[in-house]
T-cell receptor, first 112, second 114 residues
Framework: ETGVTQTPRHLVMGMTNKKSLKCEQH?????MYWYKQSAKKPLELMFV???????ENNSVPSRFSPECPNSSHLFLHLHTLQPEDSALYLC???????????FGQGTRLTVV | KQEVTQIPAALSVPEGENLVLNCSFT??????LQWFRQDPGKGLTSLLL?????REQTSGRLNASLDKSSGRSTLYIAASQPGDSATYLC?????????????FGAGTQVVVTP
């Protein structure tokens, strides 16, 4: 148990579907992140939220829409995805007091 | 832009040998450096965090050093075991960034054979 929980663990969706990924952290952190991990590529930062406010969007296509209703929850809404969006999506959290980042177990997304 | 490189990309050692994993970064003005372990298809598990003012961190069989001036960090795993087989990732953050905004290396895939 890392303190960061992601659901679902696996997701298969068609290109016309709409789905959402959920992340919840129980660590009292103020910052939350979405990262994308594709095969044979380094992790890519997608979005950063700090105290519920989006502080970074790393040129992510609009078919990915993040939502952060509070410091403990983070969502990634998906619509009209492409097969190349298939990847492992990782959520992380951190604190302004330091201590580094803590990651969830990820959601394996397959777009068919 | 910060670039993080990990060498080698893959490593296979017999059980009992010490592991040495290397990480280099291009911008020495880092806030901290964190080493992670990732098992296939799983998330990242934090191993060690080194603040920019520190030169090393130790936890059990793991020791990580940091040399900011040369832009390098090394992760040592003593007396390797088959359970150490995984991909090891290093990541750095910059002082102007939030504390979990990391630039990652591509990782070193480690196999420890019995």
């Amino acid at each position: 148990e890392t303190g960061v929980t992601q659901t679902p663990r696996h997701l298969v969706m068609g290109m016309t579907n709409k789905k959402s990924l959920k992340c919840e952290q129980h660590l009292g952190h103020n910052a939350m992140y979405w990262y994308k991990q594709s095969a044979k590529k380094p992790l890519e930062l997608m979005f950063v939220y700090n105290f519920k406010e989006q502080t970074e969007n790393n040129s992510v296509p609009s078919r990915f829409s993040p939502e952060c209703p509070n410091s403990s929850h983070l969502f990634l809404h998906l619509h009209t995805l492409q097969p190349e969006d298939s990847a492992l999506y990782l959520c992380a959290s951190s604190s302004s007091l330091g201590g580094g980042a803590f990651f969830g177990q990820g959601t394996r997304l397959t777009v068919v | 832009k910060q670039e993080v490189t990990q060498i080698p990309a893959a490593l296979s050692v017999p059980e009992g040998e010490n592991l040495v994993l290397n990480c280099s970064f291009t911008d020495s003005a880092i806030y901290n450096l964190q080493w992670f372990r990732q098992d296939p298809g799983k998330g990242l598990t934090s191993l060690l965090l080194i603040q920019s003012s520190q030169r090393e961190q130790t936890s059990g069989r793991l020791n990580a050093s940091l040399d900011k001036s040369s832009g390098r960090s090394t992760l040592y795993i003593a007396a390797s075991q088959p359970g150490d087989s995984a991909t090891y990732l290093c990541a750095v953050s910059q002082p102007t960034d939030s504390w979990g905004k990391f630039q990652f290396g591509a990782g070193t895939q480690v196999v420890v054979t019995p």
